[in-house]
């Protein structure tokens, strides 16, 4: 005879297994770095509107790989292919001497049609290796930026404000200042108990994900989701999985251009050259902790994930610097998580 308590410790037991033990650990060790910043006397009103800001400015990065997941195609590590895009729209729009808030949706605007166009390519492309798609998207990621470097040390770009004096090309790292610096965090953000929120730069991640849910629930998404859980039975219901893997990944380009349009004016820094190489796999890991698969996906992973992870990088440092003169620690932290749950997840053979 099964008792209640028996009950009770199987739906525990149940729930902390669905859970994960990546994510317990996380959230321990995010609780734990809090209670000894506290100790510490760090203020912590000052580290949670860091993290605030961070969770807003990264969200939509991370948000990029929830389309890719649902489509079959895996992980996107080919994230960096959207962040270029975003970036060209970017510099556009300091070329054309745009300001404030109509230059950052301007930005925007010019960066979709590179997205779809090279999203289009890629997802060609993933459908021509499929099973190999996230190794050969590391490697495409990596190529892409590459190529940019050439791009960028040769772009005919005339603005003062992003061309080196002398030569061609443009600086590694551009000012927002007189542009778009801020004007998400800016809008309607005040401050309680001595904590900032960026109200609109939190609005703006929620309407990413607004857009994302509601695309999911229309034929052409259900029919994508359907065809990455299941291709041979989506294929016998009559729907095209190779186009909707397609879809998936320009649909994953297009938020990754978006992203880094919000991350970088957020950061008050365009970072062109090498800079994006390695965001898909912070965006990757930061899904992960958030409870999602290779296989699977949701709003909830990608916002409970980016809260988690950018809480455990805006806390650790302040605390290393603290406890330990080894000033490397933090960035030791951050690549042993990043990293640790990327192979934890490739390693589950079921996805789970």
Not at 202 to 220: E, G, H, R, S
Not at 239 to 264: C, K, P
Request: glycine fraction near 10%; aromatic fraction near 12%; hydrophobic fraction near 55%.
């Amino acid at each position: 005879m099964i008792t209640p308590d028996v009950r009770r410790f199987g739906a525990v037991k149940d729930t902390l297994k669905s859970f994960g033990l990546p994510r317990i650990i996380i959230v321990v060790f995010l609780v734990l770095l809090w209670a000894i910043s506290m100790f510490l006397e760090i203020p912590f009103p000052q580290l949670l509107s860091d993290t605030l800001v961070r969770w807003g400015m990264n969200g939509v990065l991370v948000l990029a790989m929830m389309p890719s997941i649902l489509a079959g195609t895996g992980l996107y590590f080919g994230l960096p292919i959207g962040i270029i895009c975003g970036l060209l729209g970017g510099v556009i729009a300091i070329e054309l001497n745009l300001v404030g808030i109509t230059a950052f949706f301007a930005a925007i605007a010019f960066s979709i049609p590179f997205a779809f166009v090279l999203g289009w390519v890629y997802g060609f492309m993933l459908n021509r290796i499929k099973g190999s798609e996230m190794t050969v998207a590391t490697y495409v990621g990596f190529s892409i930026v590459s190529l940019m470097c050439i791009f960028w040390s040769m772009a005919p770009f005339k603005s003062p404000a992003m061309a080196w004096p002398i030569g061609r090309g443009l600086r590694v790292t551009i000012s927002l200042a007189d542009r778009y610096e801020k004007v998400l965090n800016n809008f309607l953000s005040f401050n309680i108990f001595g904590i900032m929120i960026p109200t609109g730069l939190i609005l703006f991640l929620l309407l990413m994900c607004l857009i994302v849910v509601l695309f999911f629930n229309t034929k052409t998404g259900i029919a994508l989701k359907a065809g990455g859980e299941n291709p041979r039975f989506a294929q016998s219901s009559g729907i095209n999985v190779d186009t909707m893997r397609i879809v998936g990944t320009i649909f994953s380009t297009v938020l990754g251009a978006i992203g880094i349009l919000v991350y970088s004016q957020s950061f008050g820094f365009i970072q062109l050259y090498t800079a994006p190489l390695f965001m898909g796999f912070l965006a990757a890991a930061a899904i992960l902790i958030g409870g999602a698969s290779i296989k699977k996906a949701t709003i909830l992973h990608v916002l409970l994930g980016t809260f988690l992870f950018q809480g455990l990088l805006v806390v650790a440092l302040p605390v290393a610097n603290k406890v330990a003169t080894l000033g490397s620690l933090a960035e030791i932290s951050r690549i042993i998580v990043s990293n640790g749950v990327i192979l934890y997840a490739l390693a589950q053979h079921s996805g789970d």
